[in-house]
C-alpha cells in the first residue's frame, strides 16, 4: 500500500508566504521549481527534531553503497539537510567544529552526484539546486534573521569570503556599522 500525504493547506500557504517575502527582501525571484522545492524541503524537515544530529559526510560515503533509488533518496536528505543548517541553523556549524562552508560543500556535491546518475528531468532539477545553493541558503539566511542574527561576524565572513553569499556580506555590513560609528565616535571625543 502506497504512501498517502496530507498537505494542510494553510501550513503550505504559509511557508510560500515566507518564501516569498525572503524573495522580495533579498532582492530576488525563484522559478517555480526551485521556489517549490525549496517550500516542500521546509515543510518535509520543518517537523524534524534531528536535523543535523549524525556526520553527514559519514552518511554521504555509505551511500554510495546503497543500490540507486537508496542512494538517490539519501543523497536528497543529505543535500537538504545542508540546505537547511546552512541557512536556518549556521551557528550550529560551529557546535560541530565545522565551517558553514562544509555544509555548503557537502550539499553540492550530494545535489550533484544525484544529477549525474537520475534520469533527465530529475537531473536537471538537482544540477539547478547544486548550482543554486548559495542563493537558496542566503533565503533561508533573510528567514532565519527576521527572529534574529543568522550567524557571528566571523563565521558570515568566512562564509561571504568562500560562497559569495549575499546575505553572508549583508550581516557582516550590518554588524560593522556599529563598530564603524564607535570608532569614530571615540575618535571625536579625543
Not at 510560500?16 to 527582501?25: P, S
Request: hydrophobic letters at 40%; a neutral charge.
Amino acid at each position: 500500500m502506497g504512501k498517502k500525504f496530507i498537505l494542510d493547506s494553510s501550513e503550505l500557504a504559509q511557508w510560500h508566504t515566507l518564501v516569498h517575502e525572503a524573495e522580495r527582501d533579498y532582492g530576488c525571484q525563484l522559478d517555480e521549481n526551485m521556489q517549490s522545492y525549496l517550500v516542500f524541503t521546509l515543510m518535509r524537515f520543518a517537523r524534524k527534531q534531528q536535523l543535523n544530529s549524525r556526520a553527514l559526510a559519514v552518511d554521504f560515503l555509505k551511500s554510495q553503497q546503497l543500490p540507486h533509488n537508496l542512494r538517490s533518496e539519501q543523497l536528497r536528505d543529505i543535500g537538504d539537510q545542508c540546505l537547511l543548517v546552512s541557512g536556518l541553523y549556521p551557528q550550529s556549524a560551529k557546535k560541530r567544529q565545522v565551517g558553514i562552508t562544509y555544509y555548503v560543500d557537502l550539499g553540492r556535491s550530494a545535489y550533484q552526484h544525484i544529477s549525474e546518475v537520475t534520469q533527465q528531468g530529475i537531473a536537471d532539477l538537482y544540477q539547478q539546486l547544486a548550482e543554486s545553493l548559495v542563493l537558496l541558503m542566503d533565503l533561508l539566511l533573510t528567514i532565519r534573521r527576521y527572529s534574529a542574527p543568522a550567524m557571528e561576524p566571523l563565521a558570515a565572513l568566512d562564509l561571504w569570503q568562500k560562497t559569495g553569499s549575499q546575505a553572508a556580506f549583508g550581516q557582516i555590513s550590518d554588524s560593522a556599522m556599529p563598530l564603524h560609528e564607535n570608532l569614530l565616535q571615540t575618535k571625536n571625543r579625543h
